[in-house]
């Protein structure tokens, strides 16, 4: 059963092979975090960046376009800053809880890995890897809080053979 069950609105993420680089990039997210794949599924949208630039500024209020947007199903933020979020429970195999939601939008995604002298394989699995984290209730506002999600996405990049993007 996948993890991830991808929604494609541009044609170039199914070209690129979005569905199976994020069901990757999702299962390696969860290991790392010692979570199981099995009970949980995540919704995601490949998208460019008219529809993400309508999306964040509907839910963010900034009419721009961004690299990668996510929507936990539930608050699950750690109650004090540094903390480590409470972990959801998973659901059952054949009714998995759902963690949320996460649109990418290819434009900016392109875009900024030709800026930073990435490749573009690796800079998706970054921010999809940043999305799922964001599900978990991992966060980037604080900088103790920061520090322990990058410290994870590092790791968890490492075990996909993705170099240290900062």
């Known amino acids: 059963m996948e993890l991830v069950e991808t929604a494609i609105e541009d044609a170039r993420w199914e070209a690129f092979g979005l569905g199976p680089l994020a069901e990757r990039a999702a299962r390696a997210a969860l290991a790392v975090v ?3 794949v099995e009970g949980f599924a995540i919704s995601l949208l490949g998208c ?31 109650d004090f800053v540094g903390d480590l979020p409470a972990l959801p429970d998973p659901g059952a ?9 996460i649109a990418i939008a290819w434009d900016t995604c392109a875009r900024e890995a030709e800026e930073q002298g990435k490749g573009m394989g690796d800079h998706v699995i970054h921010l999809l890897v940043h999305g799922v984290l964001h599900l978990l209730g991992y966060d980037h506002v604080e900088d103790e809080d920061a520090a322990l999600m990058e410290g994870l996405e590092v790791r968890i990049l490492a075990s996909l053979g993705v170099s240290d993007p900062y």
């Open 93 to 101: 195999v054949d009714d998995p809880d759902s963690l949320g939601d």
């Open 34 to 36: 010692g979570l199981p």
């Open 48 to 78: 460019d960046d008219a529809r993400i630039a309508v999306l964040n500024a509907d839910f963010r209020g900034k009419p721009q376009p961004t690299n990668v947007l996510s929507w936990p199903s539930e608050e699950r933020g750690a």
